[in-house]
């Protein structure tokens, strides 16, 4: 399903052709380096600009002989370069190859991903705008509290968006680091230089300290943001599965002409895409953990990490960028109901406000202990008979005594002050 769906710059990013050709940017770099340092000739550099190549099939041949990617790959461009191929490579360990690759990688789709949050960003904005007066009932516990507005809870999931951006862009920053430092981190056949112009040139920071590998906890932090904003695209989701149920029903996803819910049911309207992003949180969450585990090794380096990263990072980058694009589209098309929330908040018969009953009493001299047992006393009618609050309230001698008719009306027809709160919220998230 993901496969049929992504979008081709991101699954390019973890082909073999461009892997092979980071690889190859890298060890011309750093005979450029090199070159500067007088170490390899100008000529021989040269040739290695000219001629160095690759071909994915025949790597994958040789590698079937020599089990070790990176041998496999310099032998193969060596039979383009020609003598010259023997200062490729010089000093350096696999490794240096390999996770200055996977920085490069791994910051070409987080800037993918980037981008996905951002266009995610501004439909919620849109939406949240649309709904913002839109009364609907907030629930505590899957059950009726007090009235907000549809607009509000977009907004959440707006500000939320707002604080993965920022933690994306810090985990961008965070694995965008290589290392060319040899074979336990010593630079001890190279000059530092070479990895301050290999980083440089890739747009890359160079790991100040580093064993034969980059530290692996700059990996878990980049999964374990992308878990994260895979659990807030979760979290959307989740919640217009509730609203999506046959006996809420305050909004659905768009159902398109042609589109069919049940093999059996053909009444049917699934929240397929609400279920699917749910779903694919959870692939995040354990990447995320695989990635966690991957930060201990033996002494210098072990491979340990080398399988799992090799499945967990395309999978995991590709996976939200699919949920990017469903959620975003699953937002901007979203099917609200207004009047289905207003129906919704009179089915308990306006229990809503039955904090604002209690606020009122004790405005009317009264302790709270006592508002509250005369509030709760009425409350508990009302879910008994099925009556309206406002009408079990005025038939209560005891609270009426304290609350004349034209103030207890209030308590239910006035949402002024609801929108006042909103318009103030909506002003300090800058919606």
Not at 250 to 270: D, T, Y
Not at 336 to 358: C, D, H, K, W
Request: net charge negative; hydrophobic share 40%; proline share 3%.
């Amino acid at each position: 399903m993901i496969a049929r769906y992504t979008r081709p710059e991101i699954g390019a990013i973890w082909s073999d052709e461009n892997r092979f050709r980071i690889w190859l940017d890298i060890e011309i770099l750093a005979c450029e380096a090199q070159m500067q340092l007088g170490i390899i000739p100008p000529e021989a550099v040269e040739e290695i600009r000219s001629k160095a190549n690759f071909d994915t099939m025949r790597i994958l041949e040789i590698e079937e002989t020599v089990k070790h990617d990176v041998i496999a790959f310099l032998t193969n461009v060596a039979e383009y370069v020609g003598p010259s191929s023997r200062f490729i490579h010089l000093g350096m360990t696999s490794s240096d190859v390999l996770d200055t690759c996977l920085a490069v990688q791994l910051k070409q789709a987080g800037e993918l991903l980037l981008a996905g949050l951002e266009r995610l960003q501004t439909i919620l904005a849109r939406r949240a705008n649309e709904f913002k007066h839109t009364v609907c009932v907030g629930r505590t516990h899957g059950i009726h509290a007090e009235a907000t507005t549809f607009g509000l809870k977009i907004a959440l999931w707006h500000e939320e968006c707002k604080r993965n951006i920022t933690r994306l862009k810090q985990a961008n920053y965070v694995i965008a680091a290589g290392k060319i430092s040899g074979a336990v981190g010593t630079f001890e056949h190279l000059s530092p230089f070479v990895e301050q112009y290999v980083c440089g040139r890739l747009a890359l920071t160079a790991e100040p300290v580093s064993t034969q590998v980059t530290q692996r906890d700059r990996h878990a932090e980049f999964l374990s943001t992308l878990a994260i904003i895979g659990s807030s695209l979760e979290k959307i989701a989740l919640e217009i599965r509730h609203l999506q149920r046959s006996e809420v029903l305050e909004a659905e996803e768009f159902f398109s002409k042609g589109q069919k819910g049940s093999s059996a049911m053909p009444h049917k309207r699934n929240p397929i895409v609400s279920e699917r992003i749910c779903g694919l949180a959870r692939l995040l969450r354990a990447n995320a953990s695989a990635a966690l585990e991957n930060n201990a090794l033996w002494h210098e380096r072990d491979i340990s990490h080398s399988s799992v990263e090799r499945v967990i990072c395309p999978d995991s980058t590709i996976t939200l960028d699919y949920m990017l694009h469903l959620a975003a589209n699953l937002i901007d098309n979203l099917l609200v109901y207004p009047q289905a929330m207003q129906a919704n908040i009179e089915r308990t018969f306006g229990l809503v406000y039955s904090g604002t009953v209690l606020l009122e009493l004790v405005g009317c001299g009264i302790t709270r202990e006592e508002a509250y047992a005369l509030t709760q006393r009425s409350a508990m009618k009302t879910w008994a008979e099925k009556r309206p609050l406002r009408e079990v309230l005025r038939e209560d001698t005891e609270v009426m005594s304290l609350l004349d008719g034209e103030r207890l009306d209030n308590i239910f027809y006035s949402s002024t002050r609801l929108f006042e709160r909103v318009n103030y919220i909506f002003d300090r998230c800058g919606l």
